[in-house]
């Protein structure tokens, strides 16, 4: 099984936009944190630097990333928790044998901290994969697939759990099913873009038939 980590394994969605609405604000384009992540949900940060810069005809200084990156993750440090359940669904698959690894947009060095500082680290020690180790972020399918062709695993016998319309198009496209959390997103955009929706992260183990 293939994870995003964003909304699906940490609950950072809420913290991130409103860092990123700040740091936005900041340089001239006035925004709140639903707005950010209404605009900017599932994409690189290359990609929201690149709209910003557009929107105000301008380029950002050098180290805007870097400084939003940083204030992210000192909130990341004060505040950052699991999403509700998916401990426990990650035991689940675990003592069932189910092989896990972690696919995101952000850095590696965001996806470790996330997972240490929520304790779910130990569910992906050596399997955590970065958009920014392939040539195409989401949509494109080169992560998913670059994440199974290090397991040794063909594409469909993967199976995905993403939470954006970006990750279920990635997912479609690398020809893997995809499982589309909708705790905090619209169900029917994820189901539109080809995810089979669910609510829960305890409904999990149950979908794949373990529970």
């Not at 980590?5 to 740091?23: F, K, R, W």
């Not at 599932?42 to 630097?49: R, S």
Request: glycine letters at 8%.
């Amino acid at each position: 099984m293939i994870f995003d980590c964003d909304g699906v394994l940490v609950d950072s969605e809420t913290l991130s936009n409103q860092v990123l609405a700040e740091a936005i604000t900041a340089a001239g384009w006035s925004m709140d944190g639903v707005q950010a992540r209404q605009m900017f949900v599932g994409g690189t940060l290359a990609a929201v630097a690149s709209a910003v810069e557009a929107k105000l005809g301008k380029r950002l200084p050098a180290t805007w990333i870097e400084d939003y990156e940083s204030l992210r993750n000192d909130a990341f440090r004060r505040e950052l928790k699991a999403v509700p359940g998916v401990e426990d669904a990650l035991e689940s698959l675990l003592a069932h044998g189910v092989e896990m690894c972690v696919a995101s947009q952000g850095r590696l060095e965001k996806i470790a901290l996330s997972l240490r500082l929520t304790r779910l680290d130990r569910f992906f020690e050596g399997r955590m994969f970065s958009a920014y180790g392939v040539a195409r972020a989401k949509p494109a399918p080169d992560l998913f697939l670059h994440a199974a062709s290090s397991l040794g695993c063909p594409p469909e016998t993967c199976l995905v759990v993403e939470d954006t319309v970006l990750g279920v198009k990635a997912a479609v496209a690398a020809g893997m099913p995809v499982l589309a959390f909708a705790a905090q997103s619209d169900p029917a955009d994820l189901q539109a873009a080809g995810g089979q929706v669910f609510m829960d992260m305890a409904e999990l183990p149950g979908l794949l038939g373990l529970a």
